[in-house]
């Protein structure tokens, strides 16, 4: 179990340019969140897959946002026409569906808008 | 909102045992508490969970009162490693949901020789 993968770990780019990180999870986690952390705050939460189900999606998470989990593995993000404010570090987490849902995060991909 | 407070900051010295407790007034029945430690550009890093009473593994402990209105995370002997941002966080996930985090501004706890 190598834990909780993302890729790529620094993306930079330009205003406008469509982006997509990958998140792979700990084998067998069935569920698999999405959050954003600027600096000097904690992360926020963007969405939630159960096995390939969306099963939310939170307001900050705007119509440039996609989320896709085929197949109930992996999960990509893509932000199409990426704005300055969309510069974050973007953090994967999985969990094993259990009473406590214990959550456990990748490296994140740290993404700067030029 | 997130449903913790905690203290915004805390200064220790290697080899001393450094608390840091959190309050959640609010907390549910059915919440678990959580601590997250977290390193510049890096994601959290889950330390210790617990219920009730007192948690302790390998790296942590969590004590937990009984009207479970505050928790204790404790780390004994720090070292300069340790330096970093703790997070707590309360998570209902007996009801059966899955469990969106919510994030405050955690303790940044520095370390120094």
């Known amino acids: 179990d190598t834990g909780v993968s993302q890729d790529p770990r620094h993306k930079i780019t330009k205003r406008g340019q469509n982006v997509t990180f990958r998140c792979d999870p700990i084998?067998?986690?069935?569920?698999l969140y999405w959050y954003r952390q600027t600096l000097g705050q904690g992360p926020e939460f963007l969405t939630y897959?159960?096995?390939?189900?969306?099963?939310?999606k939170s307001r900050l998470l705007s119509d440039r946002f996609s989320a896709e989990r085929p197949k109930g593995s992996f999960s990509t993000l893509e932000i199409q026409r990426t704005e300055q404010g969309d510069s974050a570090m973007y953090l994967c987490?999985?969990?094993?569906?259990?009473?406590?849902?214990?959550?456990?995060f990748g490296p994140g991909t740290r993404l700067t808008v030029l | 909102l997130a449903k913790t407070t905690q203290p915004i900051s805390m200064d220790s010295y290697e080899g001393q045992e450094v608390n840091i407790t959190c309050s959640h007034n609010?907390?549910?029945?059915?919440?678990?508490i959580t601590w997250y430690q977290q390193f510049p550009s890096q994601g959290p890093r889950f330390i210790i969970q617990?219920?009730?009473t007192k948690v302790t593994n390998e790296v942590a402990s969590l004590f937990i009162p009984a009207d479970r209105k505050s928790s204790t995370l404790s780390l004994p002997r720090v070292s300069l490693s340790d330096t970093a941002v703790y997070y707590c966080?309360?998570?209902?996930?007996?009801?059966?949901?899955?469990?969106?985090?919510?994030f405050g501004a955690g303790t940044r706890l520095a370390v120094h020789p």
């Open positions: 987490a999985s969990s094993l569906n259990g009473v406590t849902d214990t959550q456990y």
């Open positions: 084998s067998e986690h069935n569920r």
């Open positions: 897959f159960q096995n390939e189900a969306q099963l939310e």
């Open positions: 609010n907390i549910a029945t059915n919440d678990y």
């Open positions: 617990g219920y009730k």
């Open positions: 966080l309360v998570g209902d996930g007996v009801s059966g949901g899955y469990n969106k985090l919510i």
